[in-house]
């Protein structure tokens, strides 16, 4: 059978109103905006930001330029660019993402090292981080500077455009309804309700702190018991075992706030071997920046005294310290991570691993203060000191200690690691 010219014409421009029409569609949308051509009000530092964080910065990035970037998970996250604008800080780009790995890190810094022209680098790097095996070994950045400097790969993929639907449906809902109420059957389906919502959200949905950013939860008293697995606290310490006692705490927690420390510590825990593949990153990391002259510093962020604890009861506290003393062979180590005042009380976290928004304010305010101790912006920086204050100038040490050339500054609920030229 032949087809007729007119039939033949009309399917082929249909196929191709088919095929353009995710093209369009992110042309106008443009979920992650790469073009930024029409404004639609839309939530994309929420919605498209949490759909794939890097492939949003990796977009945003050449646009700012900062020559001061933050690299590292969501405790990184935390610390906005807002934050560091208050001070007056407007050369400060936050590259961290949400559940970011060590090779998502070094991705990034790879990326960094060929587009921007930096100054200072701080790389959050808590110690859990350093198993291959954390969150599966993730790695999302490839992907983000693929569609980044692909326009035509960015405009054709269906998760861009399935990121520009979702953002659509938030700012105009009625238009998911129109759509969800479509069907081509006379008769359609009744939908009951069902006690299955809750099925759709994953764990880490339901546990993520920006659902309760501006909670304060008051310290309870009573007891938290929890199993100790492996004893032998301190061993191998020497003359540092004294900056590592046991952490006694007895009190309940909130229900979120338990569960992570009784399950997710363990698994934290339970099996972590160290990687020599992401040390050896890490190496790198600090190698080039003290070859270009850029200013690195290491932030180990805080958790609740509890999850600290479950370091030792796995018999990890050695291994705790030395990846400081290792660390700061490399660059000065910005430590928050140790029992304190300040990460005993529960109004300073949103959950066992993560802190508040006016912590994070106050741990800015500290790096502010160790990148350039004599800049007009400590002057603000220093009025956001409570429960916190790190070892920025002599006035701030309450302690030092010193090991070899492995020196330990003592602040207020800070320590700042690092080993002098002997």
């Known amino acids: 059978m032949r087809l007729k010219p007119k039939l033949y014409t009309a399917a082929l421009a249909l196929t191709a109103l088919a095929a353009l029409a995710p093209v369009a569609f992110n042309l106008l949308v443009d979920a992650y905006d790469h073009n930024r051509w029409v404004d639609l009000d839309l939530n994309k530092e929420e919605i498209s930001v ?58 990034t810094f790879k990326y960094l090292q060929e587009t921007a022209d930096l100054d200072t680098l701080i790389v959050s790097l808590p110690l859990r981080s350093m198993d291959a095996r954390f969150k599966g070994g993730m790695n999302r950045v490839p992907e983000a500077i693929a569609l980044a400097d692909d326009p035509f790969g960015y405009y054709t993929n269906w998760f861009v455009a399935k990121t520009g ?56 008293k009573g007891a938290l018991v929890l199993p100790t697995v492996y004893r032998g606290h301190g061993l191998g310490l020497g003359h540092w ?9 007895e009190r309940d927690l909130p229900q979120l706030f338990a569960k992570q420390v009784g399950t997710n510590g363990a698994a934290d825990w339970r099996r972590f071997k160290q ?4 040390w050896a990153m890490v190496e790198e990391i600090a190698a080039w920046c003290a070859d270009n002259d850029v200013d690195l510093f290491f932030l180990i962020p805080p958790t609740i005294s509890e999850m600290q604890r479950r370091i030792s009861d ?20 910005v430590d928050l991570d140790y029992d304190t005042a300040f990460t005993r009380d529960l109004v ?16 800015v305010g500290e790096l502010q203060q160790l990148i350039d ?20 100038v002599d006035e701030d040490v309450t302690q030092t200690h010193q090991d070899g050339t492995l020196e330990l500054l003592e602040g207020t609920s800070c320590r700042l690691w690092r080993h002098s030229n002997g």
């Open 165 to 220: 639907w979702s953002l659509l449906t938030d700012r105009y809902p009625a238009l998911g309804h129109v759509v969800d109420n479509l069907s081509f059957h006379p008769v359609q389906s009744a939908k009951a309700a069902e006690f299955g919502a809750l099925e759709t959200l994953s764990v880490e949905a339901l546990l993520d702190p920006s659902l309760c950013e501006e909670c304060a939860l008051k310290t309870p």
């Open 348 to 363: 300073n976290f949103t959950d066992a691993y993560h802190f508040g928004s006016d912590p994070a304010r106050k741990i």
């Open 50 to 107: 949490k759909a794939h964080y890097p492939l949003y910065k990796m977009i945003e990035y050449p646009r700012i330029k900062a020559s001061t970037v933050i690299l590292g998970d969501s405790r990184a996250r935390a610390l906005q660019d807002r934050y560091w604008q208050e001070l007056g800080r407007n050369d400060v780009y936050n590259f961290a993402y949400g559940g970011a790995t060590v090779y998502e890190i070094y991705d």
């Open 373 to 392: 101790p004599s800049s007009a912006e400590t002057v603000t920086a220093r009025k956001r000191r409570g429960l916190l204050a790190c070892p920025a």
């Open 241 to 249: 075992a004294g900056f590592w006692p046991d952490i006694t705490i």
């Open 314 to 333: 796995f018999g990890l506290t050695g291994a705790n310290h030395k990846f400081r003393e290792r660390l700061a062979t490399l660059a000065p180590v």
């Open 275 to 278: 990687s020599g593949d992401l």
